[in-house]
């Protein structure tokens, strides 16, 4: 049985976008603090640290999770996902990213990178979605800038584009 | 919002979770999916000096399907139990009050038994466990013992567990042939702890309602279906009976008429879906 | 002037904005581009205030923030919060109020605030002390630490109670809790009212909201003692009119306090002016600290406390006639500030002011305005600021008007309509509305069948007997405040003597390097509006290029940046603001290259044209040169510029437009410089079981001039419109009434998700506003005014109700449509709650009753409840219990629910005692979780067998339980109290006290009976 004292820095290492990553942290640091204050991971946004408003969604081993309902002690040896690790190079965004472009589906772009990380995960399960699985996976969120119905375009649009039968690329 | 210090403990099997819960009994809180726990602690309205970490017992992991029940084990995560594309067969109950349990990320890591052992009388999921008359298994190193959903949950956040136990598992009754059920809940917004919610099971001889979020506990009555042209009568008087409790977003009172203007649509879904 | 010149209405494809016709199709303006800001954003490489890298040896701030409304500080012990490891420094008020002045107050009133409350507390929230630590977790656990007692004082939460007399007074100094009232009279309303066939009155409440960032506020500061000067960094938004106010507050000159913003800012919608106050509470943590100290607020401090829109009560009334026109309005506008007027309030409440009559065309017109303060969180900026609150009162008035005059509303407001063709049209308290076509917008929007459509629905709900609606509202969107509008609340006299305030400076500074890259800076701050994208197009415009060869930065530095006081972005100041100035600056830099280019390629500089990255004759574009290479003259070859021409290449524009001129001797007032238009309609269905309100349709219809981007534009309607539909149906900060606060988590207080959120069709028509070079107005806030009253005037229609509480929550339309209770309860607690549902919503008081068997005599029982020890082993968690006097007690208790508990000091009393008949029980808890407070009586009867013990309690909760664990707070009550006798009555031998299990059985037996 593992057992960390309080205040008690232990390591830990887990894979951040395909890469290791390690820090020594408390049992009580949160997955979000550890990716932003420890791995330099600024992507991944803070916004209620209550587990309402998902700004700080990320991957945990392929599932869309609350990284500030998760503690950095439990990523350790897992996969953790962010936004940083999702467009395909420096010269194109995937095509989540480019439909979010196409269809203004952010402002402030604070929550967008815990909606993407849902949908990277949302869509990987379920290619073909309807509008209302999309709209019931997006409950999830938060947006203040939007008024949601961009990114619904923009997910429904990416999705059309990963089937592979898009009409029209995402610009 | 950052936690209060605590140590933390992980144990790799049931026999080292039931340990530490009887070294450490009401100064530890479990942990499974950790989706309302660390909330709580993020918010510090837990004060708890150990944090027993069960989310990588091999043998939590496990949903497991007998002739009359699904066992589902303490680490399974709500979205791996909706997953089950033979759930809406299996506990058709569960299929249709899964998706109203938080979203689909808080679903990704929240726990089925989480949800059950925490108690929280607006919850789908021990409303569930009670219309069906499920059961929850409990561990500890002094034994094994196993409660009815009625048993288990005594109140308000409050349950049966003693502080050296640890829920293990789940059991859900699977649906008999000619069964037919409904689920209905009334939230603010989707996914929001339900002001109301009402779940109904239709058997040969008479119909199970149930009624979460107004009273201390899930309430479940069953009413003979001799009964059902007094259904209003019936339903008025329980909602009388459960009394209610105010909150900012809902009065007892609304609560009362909640259930009187919406048992009969959730019992007619039950009706139509049964044989 | 004119009319506008230019209109394009668009039939046949409504969700796509026209583009205007009149430019060069290679020009990027007006085009729906998407934004250069997505690239990083999309990577997760936004650079916002909370990623910058903090400097070397940073400490981290927490809050210690109170529990209670009101209140005076008796004494802050922080040696324990010191003691902690890891801990640097604790300050509080003393510090504060010797090092620091409070803030610049727009009236002459004493509301001194300071950064952390000095004496006294006066809301939920309010800033008390700071800890500095060496990490936030270790800084919040010595903020548990902190020892405060506090002298409770009465706190007032209704703005109406705040004047009555004898309330208490949340400055004592002011003498009133009203602490500004001006009368305006425009016209002869008297006279029209006199003249009247019929008036038609009507009472609006607006409520408290806040369009909630989910950023919340950052801030990074350093002190230099070398020169006292203090360097922040912030997600500030402005308006940098609060920047002196900063800078009064620290004691140091402008130019010492060096304010910075990120290059990012996660929203903002008015909430991040209020960051201002922790900028200098930062500043003087690291002057005393001497280390660079950072802040990030979370949100239970942000829900509790940063900022919120005023809540207003209106009381409106019109003289109307039977044609239905509209001769005069008297309004009566309360707005409730919370504890203090925090710069530049009260704006609400004077920003719409000129434009008082909104979209109607009304000469006669009596308005009061009253600031009120009270004991909850200061209001401040706020998306629409002012004109939601306005709008509520006038639009729901002319859907009463209507139904006063049995005529359709439609013909109402198309009666009163500021008509076509009356631009610039000067509004009775003297707004000078631009440009526009009202009717035009109207028919437009009810047109090619969506009215018939909504009608149709209508019927066809109504018709099965459900609950439908169709709500309009016409609102005047104003963009660019003048600088002038809030001293129309002073007295004209007195304006004069302070120097009239006016106008409205926006700035931008376009460069180009030697290399030819063209950079710009502007005097706004960026919160997610595409600014820019938009600069870059206005930019591209003038000088021919593509959108990636200009670079735009965005970070204010008010060093370094050009700035003024109106710098910012609120009020909706971009497009007919700082985009001026930027399309002035490009200009500048235009002219001065065309004459580089024109002395280079021997032409005339009328004969340049900038195309595709060249600069060339317009009548022979062979003969050109590329932009870069004329660019590169100015650095490289100053000599070979034209005669007279200044070396370089950097112009900043300054654009100060002349229509924004000082209150006038009769106060009116053109309070903004650009007037758009949003005509809404809309139809909802309300659930008879659930009095759920969805809504079904709707409509937008905008004139916001020119669109410079109408994929931005959009994108910025449907955000306000969500806010709009936040306001009428879900968001609203809630307060018992006695000031305890109750929404603290996102789950309480209530932002819609998606799942909540209708579809919307958009409609635009372009009038050019002739005041701005680009034609542009603004449009971000519009939806915000018109949503809530159009969902208001839709629930009235569907209801036929007058009174329509905001937010419309099922509850708040559950107790006014339900009528009476067919069964109402019988059980003892539900009896309490039947009481309690008579109680006006927000009292604070849980109160139950219950009663408990006990197997002992009388005698027995009255002697156990005045023995401590028995006491002691039946308070529930009672650690520890002192006799502090006759029946007076102090304890250590821990109580709580399941997981969440928490210790508490507990002081219990028994009083009143009519020995072995009844007695009252009464104390209270206060621990980190929170307080409570409650009394109860008990009453003893001998039954056969033993004692039966009644009691009936009530319980108020503060604090920290409150804000967060409302929905639990009603059960968890009653479990503790109900505890308490259970463990009394198992210590004397008891039998239980639980509701009998086989009532149930007995009722529906009784059911089954034939009757």
Request: hydrophobic share 40%.
């Amino acid at each position: 049985m593992l057992r960390i004292a309080p205040g008690e820095r232990t390591l830990v290492t887990f894979e951040l976008d395909g890469r290791p990553v390690s820090g020594h942290v408390e049992p009580r640091m949160l997955l979000s603090d550890f990716l932003r204050q420890v791995a330099g991971a600024t992507g991944t946004h803070v916004g209620c640290e209550h587990g309402v408003c998902g700004c700080c969604t990320v991957l945990l081993d392929g599932a869309a999770s609350r990284s500030c309902l998760t503690l950095a002690v439990q990523a350790h040896g897992r996969s953790v996902g962010t936004v940083e690790g999702l467009a395909p190079g420096e010269q194109a965004l995937n095509a989540l990213q480019a439909a979010f472009r196409k269809h203004h589906a952010l402002q402030c772009g604070f929550c967008t990178p815990g909606i993407l990380m849902s949908f990277t995960d949302f869509l990987a399960r379920n290619p073909a979605p309807t509008e209302d699985q999309v709209r019931d996976t997006l409950s999830g969120h938060i947006c203040r800038c939007t008024g949601y119905a961009p990114i619904v375009a923009a997910v429904m649009e990416a999705a059309r584009t990963l089937r592979g039968d898009a009409t029209e690329n995402a610009a | 919002m950052k936690p209060r210090p605590f140590t933390y403990l992980r144990p790799d099997t049931v026999a080292e979770a039931a340990e530490a819960l009887s070294e450490w009994k009401e100064a530890a809180r479990v942990m499974a999916g950790g989706q309302t726990l660390i909330a709580m602690l993020n918010l510090r309205l837990v004060d708890c000096e150990a944090i027993v970490d069960i989310s990588r017992v091999p043998e939590l992991s496990a949903i497991t399907r007998t002739k009359t029940h699904l066992e589902i084990g303490a680490a399974v995560t709500q979205n791996r139990v909706l997953s089950r594309p033979e759930l809406a067969q299996e506990v058709p109950l569960l299929a249709k009050a899964l998706p109203w349990v938080g979203h689909f990320q808080t679903r990704n890591k929240g726990t089925v038994c989480g949800s059950i052992a925490h108690a929280d009388p607006s919850s789908e999921l021990p409303l569930s466990l009670a219309l069906l008359g499920g059961e929850v298994v409990l561990r500890s190193t002094r034994g094994t013992r196993v409660l009815k959903a009625a048993e288990f949950q005594r109140g308000l956040l409050s349950t049966a567990r003693e502080p050296d136990e640890l829920v293990t598992a789940v059991r859900f009754p699977l649906g008999a042939k000619g069964e037919g059920t409904g689920f209905r809940e009334v939230a603010r917004r989707h996914g929001d702890f339900a002001i109301v919610s009402l779940a109904a099971r239709a058997r040969a001889d008479a119909i199970d309602l149930g009624i979460g979020g107004v009273a201390d506990r899930p309430a479940v009555r069953t009413i003979p279906r001799a009964d059902l042209s007094r259904l209003d009568d019936i339903v008025d008087a329980l909602a009388a009976e459960l009394g209610g409790f105010e909150d900012i977003h809902a009065t007892a009172r609304y609560r009362r008429d909640l259930v009187r203007r919406l048992a009969r649509p959730v019992i007619d879904e039950a009706l139509s879906c049964s044989a | 002037m004119s009319a506008p010149a230019i209109r394009s209405a668009q039939a046949e494809a409504p969700s796509r904005p026209p583009r205007a016709k009149d430019r060069q199709s290679s020009s990027p303006l007006g085009q729906p581009i998407p934004r250069k800001e997505d690239e990083a954003l999309l990577r997760g490489r936004g650079r916002y205030a909370d990623d910058v890298p903090a400097p070397a040896g940073t400490l981290h701030a927490y809050v210690v923030r109170s529990p209670i409304p009101h209140g005076l500080i008796r004494r802050i012990d922080v040696s324990r919060a010191l003691a902690l490891p890891g801990v640097h420094a604790v300050l509080t008020g003393e510090d504060v109020a010797r090092l620091s002045d409070p803030f610049l107050v727009a009236l002459k009133q004493p509301i001194p605030q300071w950064t952390l409350a000095v004496e006294r507390v006066r809301f939920v929230g309010e800033p008390v002390a700071l800890v500095l630590a060496e990490d936030r977790y270790i800084a919040e656990d010595a903020s548990e630490l902190v020892d405060i007692a506090y002298e409770p004082l009465p706190a007032i939460v209704d703005p109406e109670e705040a004047v009555a007399e004898g309330a208490p007074l949340v400055h004592p100094d002011c003498k009133s809790n009203e602490v500004s009232r001006r009368d305006f009279t425009y016209g002869d309303p008297d006279k029209a009212f006199a003249e009247a066939d019929k008036v038609v009155k009507l009472r609006v409440d607006y409520p408290r909201n806040s369009f909630m960032p989910m950023e919340c506020f950052v801030v990074v500061a350093q002190f230099r003692p070398s020169d006292g000067s203090f360097d922040v960094l912030a997600n500030f938004q402005g308006p940098f009119s609060a920047h002196p106010v900063m800078a009064r507050a620290l004691r140091v000159s402008g130019a010492k306090l060096r304010l910075r913003t990120p290059a990012d800012s996660g929203g903002s919608f008015g909430i991040k002016l209020s960051v201002f106050p922790f900028v200098v509470l930062m500043g003087l943590a690291a002057r005393i600290s001497g280390r660079p100290v950072k802040w990030v607020e979370d949100r239970y401090e942000h829900l509790l406390a940063a900022s919120s829109g005023p809540n207003r009560v209106t009381h409106i009334e019109a003289a109307v006639k039977n044609d239905g026109r509209i001769t005069a309005l008297r309004m009566d506008q309360m707005e409730d500030y919370g504890a203090f007027l925090r710069a530049p309030m009260p704006g609400p409440l004077y920003r719409m002011h000129g434009a008082t009559t909104g979209a109607y065309d009304v000469p006669n017109l009596y308005v009061v305005n009253r600031v009120v303060l009270t004991n909850k969180a200061p209001a401040a900026l706020i998306r629409g600021f002012g004109g939601p609150q306005l709008y509520l009162g006038l639009e729901r008035l002319v859907q009463r008007i209507a139904l006063a005059l049995d005529m359709d509303v439609l013909d109402v407001i198309r009666k009163n309509l500021v008509p076509s063709g009356a631009f610039p049209y000067r509004a009775a308290a003297g707004a000078l509305y631009d440009s526009g076509d009202y009717p035009l917008c109207v028919d437009i929007a009810t047109g090619e069948g969506r009215l018939e459509d909504l009608k149709r629905r209508r019927d066809a709900a109504r018709a099965k007997g459900r609950h439908y609606g169709i709500g309009f509202a016409a609102v005047v969107e104003p963009s660019m405040s003048n600088m002038g509008y809030l001293s129309t609340m002073i007295p004209a006299s007195a304006r004069e003597r302070a120097g009239p305030k006016n106008g409205a400076v926006s700035l931008a500074t376009v460069n180009v390097d030697p290399l030819g890259t063209v950079s710009v800076t502007a005097d706004l701050t960026v919160q997610g509006q595409g600014h820019e994208t938009v600069i870059s197009q206005i930019v591209c415009d003038q000088l021919g290029l593509k959108m990636d060869d200009v670079v735009v930065n965005l970070e204010m530095d008010t060093v370094k940046d050009q700035w003024s006081i109106a710098a910012g972005t609120y009020s909706c100041r971009f497009s007919p603001g700082t985009a001026v100035a930027v399309h002035h600056a490009a200009g500048a830099i235009r002219d001065k290259l065309a004459r580089i280019a024109a002395n280079q390629l021997n032409v005339l500089p009328e004969d340049i044209e900038f195309v595709d990255g060249m600069i060339r004759s317009k009548t022979n574009p062979d003969n050109g040169l590329a932009f870069a290479r004329v660019a590169g003259t100015a650095h490289w070859s100053p000599v070979m510029l034209p005669d007279g021409m200044a070396p370089g290449l950097r112009e900043t524009a300054t654009w100060a437009p002349p229509e924004l001129e000082p209150p006038s001797g009769d106060d009116r007032i053109n309070t903004s410089l650009a007037y758009g238009f949003v005509f809404d309609m809309c139809g909802v269905e309300i659930d008879p079981d659930t009095w759920e309100v969805r809504v079904d349709r709707y409509v937008s219809m905008h004139d916001a001039g020119r669109l410079l981007n109408p994929l931005i534009a959009e994108g910025q309607i449907r955000g306000a419109f969500v806010q709009g539909l936040a306001t009428a149906l879900y968001e609203e900060f809630r307060y018992d009434d006695k000031g305890g606060f109750l929404t603290g988590t996102l789950a309480d207080y209530l932002i819609p998700t998606v799942t909540e959120v209708p579809e919307i069709e958009l409609l635009h028509i372009e009038s050019p506003s002739p005041f701005t070079a680009l034609g542009a107005k603004g449009l971000a806030e519009g939806n915000c005014m018109s949503t809530p009253v159009c969902i208001a005037n839709a629930v009235a229609d569907a209801l036929g109700i007058e009174h329509v509480p905001l937010p419309v929550t099922p509850m708040r339309l559950h107790a006014l449509m339900a009528g009476p209770e067919k069964t109402p309860p019988r059980q003892a607690k539900a009896t309490s709650t039947a009481a309690t549902a008579a109680k006006r919503e927000g009292a604070r008081e849980l109160t139950g009753s219950g009663a408990v068997t006990i197997g002992a005599p009388v005698a027995q029982v009255w002697r156990a409840l005045l023995d401590p020890e028995n006491l002691k082993a039946t308070i529930p968690g009672c650690h520890a219990l002192d006799v502090v006097g006759e029946n007076d007690y102090r304890a250590e208790v821990s109580l709580g629910v399941g997981p969440v508990k928490g210790r508490f000091r507990a002081e219990v009393r028994l009083s009143d005692l009519d020995p072995e008949r009844s007695g009252r029980l009464s104390g209270g808890i206060t621990g980190p979780l929170g307080d409570a407070s409650g009394a109860g009586m008990l009453r003893l009867e001998p039954i056969e067998g033993g004692t039966r013990i009644s009691y009936d309690y009530e319980v108020a909760v503060g604090g920290r339980a409150a804000a967060i664990g409302g929905r639990l707070l009603d059960g968890a009550a009653d479990l503790v109290i109900r505890q308490f006798f259970e463990r009394f009555a198992s210590r004397l031998g008891a039998s239980s006290g639980a509701p009998s299990a086989s009532w149930w059985n007995r009722l529906t037996s009784a059911l089954r009976k034939p009757q």
